[in-house]
T-cell receptor, first 110, second 114 residues
Framework: QKEVEQDPGPLSVPEGAIVSLNCTYS??????FMWYRQYSRKGPELLMYTYSSGNKEDGRFTAQVDKSSKYISLFIRDSQPSDSATYLC??????????FGAGTTVTVRA | DTAVSQTPKYLVTQMGNDKSIKCEQNLGHDTMYWYKQDSKKFLKIMFS???????INETVPNRFSPKSPDKAHLNLHINSLELGDSAVYFC?????????????FGPGTRLTVT
């Protein structure tokens, strides 16, 4: 079983739709949960960061963590064409390393 | 102000050559990283330095040698380049000493070996 599983997509949605992205993980040592956004030919940009189960909201973005199910989600409300990118989940523990998902490519159609 | 910067942005070279990539961060972080992103977009850590000390050294060919002259800089030297080294290399930094485990990435160096 892979340490992190993320559906690579691609995911195509119309403008204004809710985008739902998910990752599962198997390593119980993971304590930090992140979502990165990566535009084509750019570096990953940190979107959301949390270390506890529950929801965290930032504007149109909501990160959800369920530690008991080892499952995290990212929701993008009122999606815009500028949200078209690859979204990477990332997990960390106290050993400085981050383990990344394979990334989900999202296209928001105008 | 660019937080994490890398040079060069693009690097095209022939097999067998030696090349270096440089990284600098102005975030005041004490930990820096090198990642490799392959054609399928998978990001894999290669090395990490904390205050100039190597703390992560993943299974990477010894043709790759990182060097950290100070905690704001981390360079990557690659000897005897091979076709399989073609990828995008990202530098990142974080400050886990302050409980900040999230990492901030540079723009990447796209390496093409011909």
């Amino acid at each position: 079983q892979k340490e992190v599983e993320q559906d690579p997509g691609p995911l195509s949605v119309p403008e204004g739709a809710i985008v739902s992205l998910n990752c599962t993980y198997s390593n119980s040592a993971f304590q930090y949960f992140m979502w990165y956004r990566q535009y084509s030919r750019k570096g990953p940009e940190l979107l959301m960061y949390t270390y506890s189960s529950g929801n965290k909201e930032d504007g149109r973005f909501t990160a959800q963590v369920d530690k008991s199910s080892k499952y995290i989600s990212l929701f993008i409300r009122d999606s815009q064409p500028s949200d078209s990118a690859t979204y990477l989940c990332a997990f960390g523990s106290n050993d400085y390393k981050l383990s990344f998902g394979a990334g989900t490519t999202v296209t928001v159609r105008a | 102000d660019t937080a994490v910067s890398q040079t060069p942005k693009y690097l095209v070279t022939q097999m067998g050559n030696d090349k270096s990539i440089k990284c600098e961060q102005n975030l005041g972080h004490d930990t820096m990283y090198w990642y490799k992103q392959d054609s399928k977009k998978f990001l894999k850590i290669m090395f990490s330095y904390n205050n100039k000390e190597l703390i992560i050294n993943e299974t990477v060919p010894n043709r790759f040698s990182p060097k950290s002259p100070d905690k704001a800089h981390l360079n990557l030297h690659i000897n005897s380049l091979e076709l399989g080294d073609s990828a995008v290399y990202f530098c990142a930094s974080s400050d886990p000493g302050t409980g900040t485990y999230e990492q901030y990435f540079g723009p990447g160096t796209r390496l093409t070996v011909t």
